[in-house]
């Protein structure tokens, strides 16, 4: 069964979820070796998130690669706004809503900040009412910084 990790940031902009969310895909790569989809909302915030990975976290470059620029199958972190081409691995949810997709992974994770928080609560709700295990890390402002 999926797991359910939920972050959530003290922070409450966007702007730090997206940080977050790039921290994560790269310690995901160095502790588990698994694949990650960084899923978005939409093709903008994507895009954001393909700039970001270049320099974050500190001057550190994640191999990753923005879905239709190329096949993503052979990347170790795709940004999408779509379905992903492959289900495994790791799903770090940046949309508003639950992917249909999700239960296809093994672990998915929410980042939460306070922009979005009313939208985190009803995912969890979501997943709750499912039955998924549901895992909740209350992230302090250190641990969210740049570094």
Known sequence: ??????????????????????????????????PVILHTGDEQTARTLDELLWDYPDKRFVPHTLQGNGSGQDSEVLITWQEPPHFDGVLVNLAPEVPEFFNRFHRVAEVIVGEIRDQGRERYRFYRHRGYPLYDHKMAEWETAAG
């Not at 359910?4 to 588990?32: M, N, P, W």
């Open 1 to 34: 069964m999926t797991r359910i990790d939920f972050y959530i940031l003290e922070d409450v902009h966007l702007t730090a979820q997206h940080r977050f969310a790039c921290r994560l895909a790269a310690k995901a790569l160095s502790g588990s070796n698994q």
